[in-house]
């Protein structure tokens, strides 16, 4: 945590530095060589009191608490290079580092004694290419994420866009997420007392309280071998075809349509997910291998007179696991100067339960399918807070720092869930 | 979500529909000051960026708004 706080100061200190070193450049001349344009370095603090955590099958008593925190801080890179033939090459490279505590991991041990932190990483790489005679743009992206004992996860996308003689954008994005999940199972469903009963050939998994896995190997009821660090992985593939159309309306409005198919196959629980059955038992969490989204954005800007903004947004999302939600949000910037807007916002959003969730103890062990995962429940959440921007034409401090962002917001969801998160954009250019 | 819930949000629809169809015009690019504000852009800021991670987390649905679909840590 505290190597973390230290890096994101060096990087602020070593870009404040690094464009220290160039002269601002506002002649209209494209540069042929790969020149660094812009640089976002973004910090963001989480935290989180809920009850009913998914670990633990959604108990509301002191073993349920799903408190969590997240420190999360990430570096944008955009390189920016002019082809001969009018064509502007960005080369977007990104890394980020998550640094989390979550209360419920440690119940993957049943006597709450596994780790109950993690860290995650998450680099980034896009190029994309616009030819500005022909109005079209093309892009390929890859992404990578893991956290060493939960998952890892390779993202791919590809694009393409359009833009239209009367101030209209369309687009397709293609975009594939192959992950692969580690079957960290909770402890009383490997213990080593069960595997000494095995009196056949087995290897039988053992979660330890650090979040290690061990293999233990049996032949005729005997122990031939153990080996650590070898946990057993699932996948679960993504696959999203994202078409969008945007248009200015007028010389105050302009909107978008967003529209998602997504394709989920694999193991789409999660293994340290228990259920409690009514009969006592619990066991984990079983989904189906296969789930279908159609989510459907619009958003719609318009500029108020000359000092105020409205961003509005609606989403319609249905699947079929049987989970319908609608989410509305308003942001409404205010410009206080030209280069000063304070944005307060609120969200709403409402959702039904998807068929497979039941709540603690409730399942019945003849369920097909079973989660007490409360992010599949139905509720209604609600979101608000500000967001500040400051953007002087002769930067911030330095002439460098071009702009900086703050935004705060408070969420509460009617399953007892409350979090707060603030998070900070500098960006330098 | 009731039906006359349904209905009201139908209705929102078509009365926005409508206010955007009439307001249409063709816009010149030294008529853009405005819609190039930079809060006026229509994707979300880099610094909501967090916040939209942990709300495809917490809530059963995501997409459609230039975040994630799938992939990662958590079930969405």
Redesign the interface.
């Known amino acids: 945590m505290k190597k973390i706080c230290l890096t994101v100061v060096g990087m602020y200190i070593m870009f404040l530095h690094a464009f220290s070193q160039f002269s601002n450049d506002t002649s209209a001349y494209k540069s042929k060589t790969l020149k660094l344009d812009e640089v976002?370095i973004?910090s963001?603090y989480?935290s989180q009191k809920a009850d009913k955590s998914a670990v633990m099958g959604g108990r509301t008593d002191s073993k349920g608490i799903g408190d969590v925190t997240?420190f999360?801080n990430?570096i944008?890179l955009r390189f920016v290079k002019w082809g001969n033939d009018k064509r502007k090459n960005t080369f977007d490279g990104g890394l980020g580092i998550d640094y989390h505590t979550a209360a419920s991991q440690a119940y993957v041990d049943s006597n709450g004694h596994a780790r109950n932190y993690g860290t995650?990483i998450y680099p980034t790489f896009d190029w994309t290419t616009e030819n500005e005679s022909k109005r079209t743009s093309f892009g390929l992206g890859a992404?990578y994420?893991a956290?060493r004992h939960?998952?890892h996860?390779l993202?791919l996308n590809t694009s393409f866009s359009k833009k239209t003689n009367?101030?209209g954008e369309f687009g397709v994005k293609l975009?594939t997420?192959l992950?692969r999940i580690k079957m960290i199972i909770p402890s009383e469903f490997s213990s080593v007392d069960s595997a000494n009963n095995s009196s056949s050939d087995s290897i039988v998994y053992v979660t330890t309280a650090s979040g290690h896995v061990t293999e233990i190997i049996y032949r005729n009821g005997q122990q031939i071998g153990k080996s650590k660090n070898t946990t057993p992985s699932k996948p679960?593939n993504?696959f999203?075809a994202?078409f969008s159309f945007?248009q200015?309306?007028?010389?105050?409005?302009?909107?978008?349509i967003?529209?998602?198919l997504?394709e989920?196959n694999g193991y789409?629980?999660?293994p340290f997910h228990r259920v409690y059955f009514n009969n006592g038992k619990d066991t984990i969490e079983n989904l189906p291998s296969q789930r279908f989204?159609l989510?459907?954005?619009l958003?719609?800007?318009y500029?108020l007179g000359d000092n105020v903004?409205l961003?509005s947004?609606y989403?319609f999302?249905i699947?079929n696991w049987g989970?319908?939600?609608?989410?509305v949000s308003l942001e409404v910037?205010i410009?206080l100067s030209p280069f000063f807007?304070v944005?307060p916002f609120y969200r709403y959003?409402?959702?039904t339960a998807?068929k497979y969730f039941a709540p603690y103890a409730v399942h019945s062990p003849d369920d097909q399918y079973y989660t007490s995962?409360y992010?599949?429940?139905a509720f209604t959440?609600q979101?608000f807070g500000v967001?500040l921007?400051i953007?002087p034409p002769k930067g911030i401090l330095t002439q460098n720092l071009k702009?900086l962002?703050?935004?705060y917001?408070h969420?509460t969801?009617t399953t007892d869930?409350v979090?707060n998160?603030i998070?900070?954009?500098l960006?330098f250019r | 979500m009731t039906q006359a819930q349904n209905s009201l949000l139908k209705c929102a629809f078509a009365f926005l529909l409508s206010i955007i169809i009439i307001s249409c015009s063709n816009v010149k690019a030294y008529q853009k000051s405005r819609i190039n504000d930079a809060e006026m852009t229509l994707s979300n800021r880099k610094v909501e960026k967090n916040e939209l991670n942990v709300q495809s987390y917490r809530e059963g649905s995501s997409g459609a708004n230039g975040g994630k679909t799938g992939g990662g840590c958590g079930c969405n």
């Open positions: 976002n973004i963001s989480y997240d999360a990430g944008d995650r992404y994420s956290e939960f998952y996860s993202g009367h101030n975009s997420y992950d679960r993504t999203t994202e945007s200015v309306i007028n010389q105050r409005m302009q909107g978008s967003v529209v998602d997504v989920q789409l629980g999660l989204k989510p459907i954005g958003r719609l800007n500029f903004i961003r947004y989403r999302y699947d989970l319908k939600s609608n989410t910037p410009k807007s944005s959003y409402q959702q998807a995962n992010a599949l429940a959440s979101s967001g921007r953007a702009s962002e703050v935004r917001a969420y969801q869930l979090s998160v998070s900070v954009d960006s």
